[in-house]
């Protein structure tokens, strides 16, 4: 290789070009081209190092770079690099003799060196960005109440302006005064952060403890090494000279022989170096003999209980869908932290959540089949669960209902094993139905009226929280409740319809149809769930079922499928009952009247969040009164339920439609059933190895009749395409009907059922003002029945 001339204005070496070059006839070619360059060995103490020559590695002459040094005002000046460097080798030495107790890496001394640049250079970033999202939210509301400043970054980002009712009676006790919790909050109030907020912030504050009492002990430590290293020096000097030969010979100069070549090394350098030879001398030293050996185990044993990451919060909830929903909120207000939050659920494969258990995270919420299964197997993890510090159950009376999660009670038995830990242990309970009793059952009083002495009673509200705090042993709980009479949201509009059951599809499909929007249909059995989303899917409403015999990996797509509907329809148990935040749900649809009048609380509470507008619809059928009478009285409403308006005109097309999807149901049904009888018999034959006549294979059903049955369902098909394909509702179109007396004129506007409901109500204000009980008694909720035959509804 050979140098090219260069001119002033070009520094370093230019590559040259393939003129000149003399292929050699051995090789048989050229069979590579590199950039040429120069290079140059350059021999060190201990290693041999390659330099390119073209780089700007080489040293620059001591005069030089002090005129440099003296140039440039960002850098430091050449005394503090020096100081620098002196506190770098000093630190070199010492860890000499604090590797033989310590026996911790040298990656986790770095850190500890460096750790408190590391939290200032945090501190001051959170500041700033506090000081940014300042104009957007009320961050004095939020500080007042304890919240850290890291907490508000990650809420500024969701737009959580300032805290909600229950949020604010309930931060303050929790971060500030550690008390335990009982809440009770209508739905969409915020409850989910009311205890996710106090939790994120207790492990906040444990994690900072721990990591003081860690940098606490390396401080004593290097102050015992101090006092060590000054007793041996008063015993003699000849230790100390061998190691600084062991020093100079690992290429690690001493404070005393330090010249002046390595006063621009930095300091990450010297970090590496220090590693390296900390590294080599472990293996050297522990190469040879048996007590080594014996050190490395203890070594091991103290790594391993040094990185053994510890659970400190458990979250527990009724369904899946909830336990994934609060993940994500919590995941959202952690976002400028380290912790790490994890997702237990049934459904899913327990495999991949023993991997994620075995990651090690700060906070586990789960359903408690599948939280049972796996402590049950003995996982790591979730055997420091009696040591946790943050208990969490949300819907706590449907949780800790008799004959409901009996694996709930194992867990909390487990739990509450310690007593001392019960006692550092905050506790966390929450329900939107927490302080709501209603009668007893008629089974119930039935048994009661036998025995006389009977000790069932109606549990007061007091009684019912006395009994959740006995069940949970929980200690100085403090007690919120900002429900309202009703127990439902006060933007929300409740109204119902009065039909027989067959009339029932009539009335969903018109709704549907009528007011578009995102629906929620609650049914209280998973064959009515299958039925409407089969009879639905005919007319081509695209229903998403949701009920508990779903895939779960089925269940969350279809969730997601609705949420990004703005139409989109739902029909589920109550599955979906209980603390899903679905956005922008308008109306929810009670298909059959919920049993117990917390249901009914939890259905209706998936709309009208947040402060949003929305509408509940109760569908009554005659042999429901009973259910009806007693949810009306459990919330203590002495009028009745307002009706929706329907217009009767419209029912006339609507029957039509249904009527033809549900033979097309039917039709379909029988075939499915035909055909599955043939499959068994086909297979059948073929395992036997049989053959048979043409008149033994049509015994399940004739040919003529099966071809007749397809033409019939293909013609009734064709036909409900037809009516689809008209507009239900002709533009201009004005109907009129008529319900208590009063005529009304609608016209066929865009207004939605909440807009419909309330002009209905301000036009007949008296029909609040009837009694709830004096109008089922008189005539059942329900007018004369036999027009309903001929699709009238009164």
Known sequence: MSKVKKNNDTAGWVPLTLEGTIVSEDIGGLIGIEELTDYKLVKTKNKTQIISENTTSKKTPKKKRAVELERNDDSESRAVKKKKHNTVTKDINKLKKKKKQRGIPTYHLKEKSSIDTVNEEQSAHEVEDINEIESNINVHAWTSLGVPDVIIKALAVQNFIAPTAIQSLTLPPAILGRRDILGAAETGSGKTLAFGIPILNGILELKKKKLESMKDDDDKEEKESTINDEESEEEGSLKWESDKEEDSYSGVKHEADEDDDNDDMSVESNFEEREEFIEDEMINESSVGCVRAIDNIKIAADLQTRLKKPLYALILTPTRELAIQIKNH????????????????????????????????????????????????????????????????????????????????????????DENKRKERQTFVFSATLTMVHDIPQYLQRKKSRNVKSKISKLTQSQKLAKVIEMLKISNPKIVDVTKEKGTAGSLTECRIACTIDHKDYYLYYFLKRHAGRTLVFCNSIGCVRRLATLLGILDCDPLPLHASMQQRQRLKNLERFQADENGLLIATDVAARGLDIPNVEHVIHYQVPRTSESYVHRSGRTARAQKEGITVLMMEPSELQYYTRLCKTLGRTEDLPTFPVVDRLLIAVKERVNVAREIDKLELICRRDNAQKGWLQRAVEEMDLVLDDDQLETTMETKESADLKRQLKAKKNHLKSLVAKPLFPKGFSGKYLDTNLEIHLNNDSRKAVEVMRDALESQPEQRKKSVVKGIKKNNGFKNKKKFKKGKRQ
């Open 330 to 417: 919590i995941v959202k207000a952690a976002k400028y932290t380290d912790i790490k939050v994890a997702v237990i659920v049934g459904g899913m494969a327990a495999v991949k959540q023993e991997r994620i258990l075995s990651k090690g995270p700060e906070i586990v919420i789960a359903t408690p089949g599948r939280l049972w299964e796996l402590m049950d197997e003995g996982n790591p993890h979730l055997s420091q669960i009696n040591s946790i510090k943050y208990l969490a159950i949300d819907e706590t009376d449907r949780m800790l209902e008799r004959g409901h999660f009996q694996e709930l009670h194992k867990i909390l038995e487990r739990i509450y094993t």
